[in-house]
């Protein structure tokens, strides 16, 4: 953890933030998995793309959900205007993290207030149901299915 905060510092200072040509999102993605939600908005309003994807084509939001961090998804969402249907190269949108790692109230929030379509299909055409019953999400999956997701 110590090296991992240590290693963001450095990236910060040395220009590596911002998302353009030859430089790294490494910093924003790291403020994102760590939950820190005041460097994550520093950083995109010093021109980091909120909506940058790595090469697996996941962005800071998918990252957000992934590793459970609320707080920066209701920001990265709400303050930073994320893309929400943003979706990786496997065609998965924050839901679908949502539902794998069974973040029920990330997806709460992402179907409540946000209304993310509880029935969009990656590329393989699994659902985020069917995600969350693969892996024994009871709670998120009978949640889902009570805001309209089918099987």
């Known amino acids: ?84 249907k943003q979706t990786d190269k496997d065609g998965w949108e924050a839901i679908h993290y949502a539902a794998f790692k069974g973040r029920t109230e990330i997806a709460k929030f992402l179907v409540k207030d946000c209304k993310i379509n509880v029935n969009t299909a990656d590329n393989e055409k699994r659902t985020p149901l069917y995600l969350a019953e693969f892996h024994k999400h009871h709670a998120l999956a009978k949640y889902l299915r009570e805001n309209g997701a089918r099987g």
Not at 29 to 39: M, P, R, S, T, Y
Not at 44 to 49: G, L
């Open 1 to 84: 953890m110590k090296i991992k905060a240590i290693s963001l510092v450095v990236a910060l200072h040395s220009g590596l933030a911002f998302g353009k040509a030859g430089t790294s999102q490494i910093p924003l993605i790291e403020a994102v998995k760590l939950g820190h939600v005041e460097d994550v908005k520093r950083l995109i309003n010093e021109k980091a793309d909120v909506n940058h994807k790595d090469n697996d084509g996941m962005a800071p939001l998918h990252y957000a959900v992934f590793h459970g961090r609320l707080d920066v998804v209701k920001s990265l969402i709400n303050d930073c205007k994320a893309d929400i």
